[in-house]
């Protein structure tokens, strides 16, 4: 256990359902993240969190939806996905401006479109 | 966008053996970090080394990096069967925002 929580591990939907991942830290952190791996291809940075505050938004569809309600929580709303969506959603959370911080992962929700 | 980018893609080596892998990235940079993921895990951070440091040593871990030449290189000493994962070069321009490769692929045989 990392001390980032994501459930569920596992999610398949249809394209026309709506579900939610959480994303859960016990380490105090002040930024949380995610991310979006796919096959072969670089993680890619969709939000970013930092206090509460949304201060990243890469380009991100609007049928992926973040909420933050605290500091220790983070949700991804997803809602009409496509099958191109299908991949590892990664949740990390992180001290910034600790001078040593690294990235804490999530071990991450599998998702699959059909 | 992408800013880290690893070198080789996939490497397999025996058990014992040492494991080199590079990443080169294409702007300045605050900080490097490597991190590793086991088979559909989540990420794990291995090691930080900030743009004034050439070197850092962390047990069997060595990375390097070469401002100079935008690149910095992973070493893995004595590789073991649990070694086997992705790694990772991830790179922060100083908003603590980190840009990752798509990887490399360790596979240590027995």
């Known amino acids: 256990e990392t001390g980032v929580t994501q459930t569920p591990r596992h999610l398949v939907m249809g394209m026309t359902n709506k579900k939610s991942l959480k994303c859960e830290q016990h380490?105090?952190?002040?930024?949380m993240y995610w991310y979006k791996q796919s096959a072969k291809k670089p993680l890619e940075l969709m939000f970013v969190y930092n206090f509460k505050e949304q201060t990243e938004n890469n380009s991100v569809p609007s049928r992926f939806s973040p909420e933050c309600p605290n500091s220790s929580h983070l949700f991804l709303h997803l809602h009409t996905l496509q099958p191109e969506d299908s991949a590892l959603y990664l949740c990390?959370?992180?001290?910034?401006?600790?001078?040593?911080?690294?990235?804490?992962f999530g071990s991450g929700t599998r998702l699959t479109v059909v | 966008s992408q800013q880290g980018e690893e070198d080789p893609q996939a490497l397999s080596i025996q058990e014992g053996e040492n494991a080199t892998m590079n990443c080169s990235y294409k702007t300045s940079i605050n900080n490097l970090q490597w991190y590793r993921q086991n088979s559909g895990r989540g990420l794990v951070h291995l090691i930080l080394?900030?743009?004034?440091?050439r070197e850092k040593h962390s047990g069997r871990l060595r990375v390097t990096l070469d401002t100079s030449k935008k690149s910095s290189s992973l070493l893995i000493t004595a590789s073991r069967a649990a070694d086997t994962a992705s790694y990772f070069c991830?790179?922060?321009?100083?908003?603590?925002?980190?840009?990752f490769g798509a990887g490399t692929t360790v596979t240590v045989r027995a």
């Open positions: 080394i900030r743009s004034n440091e």
């Open positions: 991830a790179t922060d321009v100083g908003d603590y925002k980190l840009s």
């Open positions: 990390a959370s992180s001290q910034e401006g600790h001078p040593n911080y690294g990235y804490t």
């Open positions: 380490l105090g952190h002040n930024a």
